[in-house]
């Protein structure tokens, strides 16, 4: 398959949609996992970006080793591809923290509903905060690394691209 679009390499296009749709995405999970009210409306959208953001990143990773192989080789080239796999395993666990908050969404209004209508309580009030305390928590160590390894691998592929490339004053025309 060529990872071409309009005559540019795919890579080079679909790494800002990952460099923006990570952070944010995670900033979403920590959101709905921390605030109920949020996580009561929010849930669906959320689990769904982060749906979309995982094929995403794993579409540019092997746009990126297409594009490896037809660019002349380079110290910087090489240390940016050797980083780009570390991202894989935070969005697999950006999915699972993403089910996660989404299942316990799901119980609090199942829950919710069959308490409403036998006229009783819902969850305790104790389970509520442990359970939100620990996802929220959870979401946070991801949205941490998942964050830290974009900003690394995107850090490293601007240097590929640009160190050296550019004069520090205006060039004459």
């Known amino acids: ?17 990952v460099i923006i749709l990570v952070p944010l995405v995670s900033l ?16 669906i959208p959320v689990l769904i970006a982060t749906i979309a953001v995982v094929p995403l990143g794993l579409i540019t ?10 660019v002349p080789a380079a110290p910087l080239i090489q240390a940016h591809t ?14 699972a923290v993403a089910v996660l908050v989404a299942a316990w969404a799901v119980v609090e209004l199942v ?8 006229g009783r309580a819902s969850l305790g009030r104790g389970i509520r905060i442990t359970a939100g305390l620990l996802l929220t928590l959870g979401a946070l160590a991801i949205a941490a690394g998942s964050t830290w390894a974009v900003v690394q ?3 490293s592929g601007s240097r590929a691209v640009w160190e ?10």
């Open 1 to 17: 398959m060529d990872y071409i679009f309009a005559d540019l390499p795919l890579h080079v296009l679909l790494v800002h949609a």
């Open 28 to 43: 979403a999970l920590v959101v709905i996992a921390a605030w109920p009210a949020a996580r009561r409306r929010l849930w």
């Open 61 to 70: 990773m092997e746009a990126g080793k297409w594009l490896e192989v037809r």
């Open 82 to 95: 050797a980083l780009g796999p570390t991202i894989e395993p935070w969005l697999w666990a950006l999915l």
């Open 111 to 118: 829950v919710a509903r069959r308490a409403a209508s036998a």
């Open 153 to 155: 691998v995107a850090e």
């Open 164 to 173: 050296g490339s550019f004069s520090d004053e205006p060039l004459e025309r």
